[in-house]
């Protein structure tokens, strides 16, 4: 079981991201207002000591804590790397992400630092946006200046400022006005701020600050850990988002997840990228690189080295990726130009060529797509210097012939993708990125219609109905059928062709746009009514399968039945296509295809 200490935005986040294990653990806060909805999570409320956290690890089979407290909290910071100190718990301490520290502003060690440096510099007007927790800290600085203090528009924040003492009218709320009002209406000499990170607002605090010409003043966060002797031998990781999280949680805690998550190509060939460079400018020659994701967090992935080379071992956790296991290389060089920003990829043996039109890049360029060429480029240029990235992967040729490529028109090798940087297991986003990407090549294909199938069963029947139709022009989109529509009318197809089987089309009849049996299973009332429609009543209680229904409808029946089905499919399809055309062929067990032309009007079901 997992122990979880919120009450943050990184709490939060923490919250979302172990939710979706479906496994349970305890989320605790210290207030109820800090309370989130949770479906497996079990809310615990109120602060917890150090006893009490040991005696409930003890009794409820705790075997990992998370410390996604405030940066801010440090007595329960100590607490808990004494209770995996004294329990032998492994502890994740989800960080915020800090921007890096600037000369604009005015840098305190603590608040007691802070009051120090405003007498000194002669600041006689203050907002401060640290707090209700900090009125008490800075009594010697309001007590004899003029202050205004941003607290939350509670009752316990309000009695805390109150039992301060501090005064009622010098009080601001969080819900009342943002920090540019509140200079405007007070005209403050300068702000005090905590180093809040990017989740704490800090970034928009210090710039409304310069905008309005006044100085900035921060509160340092604390060390973490916190220096206690003898708790140096906790197993402790460090994560700053939410993929990070997940992949702590999986080695510590392997069986909390059902299915564990990988690493996309392109952050195996950042990775690589990295090491390469520190190899090349520094001698060095670590085991593991931090690679900085798109989305801003940094984590740590193991890296390799070869004769002028550095390389990472994909790893694709639970998804059934037939790169796992591929080695990913990367050989980095200096290059002769006077731009230290300049970073030129290109890709080496084992990396595809796009020949065709509808990719990030043009044909002839290296199949290296846009995220990790950002990726690569984003982690690389703060070492200030021009650097030519080959990319290669030794049996990308091999292996590229067992994946999509050759059909996107990608040749010679795999490609190097990935926009999140991490896979997770049977990842809808991923897979939805997939079925985008292959609509933008059928766009660019130049084919006059795109058919949309569910497999490669109900692919090879309806490319006999369009035989003069590039490859490219045929569209897996599994089950997300309304989610493919959708992106096929954003992207200006006109012309689109849906083929689906038997046992898709009943739920796609029914409004079901997802027909993955996750989602839900066939409706035999509603397909009794579609039946009665078609004229041939049945008794369906003996009926499992959808595909059944072809036995049992007489053989004159067939098309009556097949023109309502398609009918109640046009009705829920139809709305997602914008101005397109859209025609739908149901697939029978054999192959055979039972269009209609023209389809029924949707208005008449």
Not at 168 to 183: G, K, M, N, Q, R
Not at 191 to 218: M, N, P
Not at 244 to 256: K, N, S, T, Y
Request: net charge negative; with cysteine; glycine share 10%.
């Amino acid at each position: 079981m997992i122990l979880v200490f919120g009450g943050t935005t990184e709490g939060r986040m923490v919250a979302e991201e172990l939710e979706d294990a479906g496994t349970p653990y305890y989320y605790s806060t210290r207030t109820d207002g800090q309370q989130i909805d949770l479906v497996h999570g079990i809310h615990l409320t109120g602060g917890m000591d150090l006893d009490e956290m040991t005696a409930f690890c003890d009794a409820h089979g705790i075997r990992l804590v998370i410390d996604a407290a405030h940066p801010f909290a440090e007595e329960l910071h100590q607490n808990l790397l004494l209770l995996a100190h004294q329990r032998h718990l492994p502890l994740i301490r989800y960080d915020r992400i800090y921007p890096p520290r600037t000369d604009d502003a005015v840098w305190c060690k603590d608040y007691q630092d802070a009051i120090r440096q405003l007498e000194e510099q002669g600041i006689g007007k203050l907002l401060v946006l640290t707090g209700v927790n900090t009125i008490g800290k800075l009594r010697d600085y309001w007590s004899r200046h003029e202050c205004w203090v941003r607290i939350l528009n509670r009752k316990a924040s309000l009695a805390m400022a109150r039992k301060a003492c501090f005064p009622d009218d010098h009080l601001v709320y969080y819900e009342d006005d943002d920090t540019p009002s509140l200079i405007a209406r007070h005209h403050p000499q300068a702000i005090l701020t905590k180093e809040s990170g990017e989740s704490g607002g800090f970034a928009e605090k210090v710039r409304a600050a310069h905008d309005a010409g006044i100085k900035v003043f921060v509160v340092e966060r604390p060390d973490y850990p916190p220096a206690i002797a003898g708790a140096e031998d906790v197993v402790l990781q460090r994560v700053n988002g939410p993929h990070g999280l997940r992949r702590a949680v999986e080695h510590l805690l392997p069986e909390f997840y059902p299915l564990h998550s990988g690493l996309t190509t392109g952050t195996c060939a950042t990775a690589a990228a990295i090491a390469a460079t520190l190899s090349l400018l520094r001698g060095e020659h670590p085991q593991s690189v931090p690679v900085v994701l798109p989305n801003g967090e940094t984590i740590d992935v193991g890296v390799e080295y070869g004769d002028g080379y550095a390389s990472v071992m994909k790893e694709s956790g639970d998804d059934p990726d037939v790169t796992n296991g591929l080695e990913i290389r990367a050989k980095v060089s200096r290059l002769e130009t006077e731009d230290n920003t300049r970073i030129v990829i290109v890709g080496g043996e084992g990396v595809g060529t796009f020949t065709l039109p509808g990719f990030d890049y043009p044909p002839g360029e290296p199949a290296i797509n846009k995220a990790p060429r950002e990726m690569i480029r984003r982690n690389l240029q703060p070492f200030g210097i021009p650097l030519r990235v080959t990319i290669s992967v030794p049996r990308g040729a091999e292996i590229a012939r067992r994946t999509f490529n050759p059909r996107l028109g990608i040749e010679g090798g795999i490609s190097i993708i990935g926009v999140s940087g991490i896979v997770k297991p049977f990842s809808e986003e991923a897979f939805l990125e997939s079925i985008h990407k292959c609509l933008e090549v059928a766009r660019a294909s130049g084919a006059e219609r795109v058919v949309i199938n569910s497999g490669a069963k109900s692919e090879r029947f309806v490319k006999a109905v369009y035989p003069d139709l590039p490859q490219q022009a045929f569209v897996e989109y599994g089950n997300y059928i309304g989610e493919t529509l959708k992106m096929a009318s954003e992207l200006g197809i006109k012309k689109v062709t849906l083929g689906l089987m038997l046992g898709k089309a009943v739920k796609l009849a029914a409004g079901q746009l997802d027909t993955h049996s996750k989602r839900g299973t066939m409706d035999k009332e509603f397909i009794s009514q579609m039946l009665e429609e078609a004229g041939c009543p049945l008794d369906l209680s003996t009926l499992t399968l959808a595909r059944d229904l072809w036995k049992m409808i007489p053989p004159e029946k067939a098309e009556a039945f097949c023109r309502v089905v398609i009918g109640h499919c046009m009705v829920h399809c139809t709305p997602l296509t914008g101005d397109g055309q859209l025609s739908i062929l149901l697939i029978g067990e054999d192959g055979e295809i039972h269009p209609v032309t023209p389809p029924p009007h949707p208005s008449s079901f």
